[in-house]
């Protein structure tokens, strides 16, 4: 059973740094994109990065380059969100996300975490 579990959310202010960790489990996800997507309420998920197992190509969104950062660690089937200098509009549901295609369209992915909240106030 494949699973994708998040961590590492909470309430944070302005200005700080939180590292978000998302552990894959249940199949092999070599070749996998993996993804980092956040959503408010009345809103649609929104895709923040991505990156293909196993490489260090990455993808972002304009809106967080430079701030945040997708990583993997591989011998513990993790991958990794640093997110900088937050700021009350990042405040939401992070989840993370595993497909076999690279996609910013959260309808491509297969597999889905739960979520973790994310709160920056000001």
Same mark, same amino acid.
């Given at each position: 059973?494949?699973? *994708?579990? =998040?961590?590492?959310?909470?309430?944070?202010? !302005?200005?700080?740094? *939180? %590292? *978000?960790?998302?552990? !894959?489990?249940? %199949?092999?996800?070599?070749?996998?994109?993996?993804?980092?997507? %956040?959503?408010?309420?009345? &809103?649609?998920?929104?895709?923040? !990065?991505?990156?293909?197992?196993?490489?260090?190509?990455?993808?972002?969104?304009?809106?967080? &380059?430079? %701030?945040?950062?997708?990583?993997?660690?591989?011998?513990?089937?993790?991958?990794?969100?640093?997110?900088?200098?937050?700021?009350? =509009?990042?405040?939401?549901?992070?989840?993370?996300?595993?497909?076999?295609?690279?996609?910013?369209?959260?309808?491509?992915?297969?597999?889905?975490?739960?979520?973790?909240?994310?709160?920056?106030?000001?």
């Amino acid at each position: 059973q494949v699973q *994708l579990v =998040e961590s590492g959310g909470g309430s944070v202010q !302005a200005g700080y740094s *939180l %590292r *978000l960790s998302c552990a !894959a489990s249940g %199949r092999t996800f070599t070749g996998y994109f993996m993804g980092w997507f %956040r959503q408010t309420p009345g &809103k649609e998920r929104e895709f923040l !990065a991505a990156l293909r197992w196993g490489t260090t190509n990455t993808v972002y969104r304009d809106s967080v &380059k430079g %701030r945040f950062t997708i990583s993997s660690d591989n011998a513990k089937n993790t991958v990794y969100l640093q997110m900088n200098s937050l700021k009350p =509009e990042d405040t939401a549901v992070y989840y993370c996300a595993a497909g076999v295609l690279f996609a910013t369209q959260s309808d491509q992915y297969n597999y889905w975490g739960r979520g973790t909240q994310v709160t920056v106030s000001s």
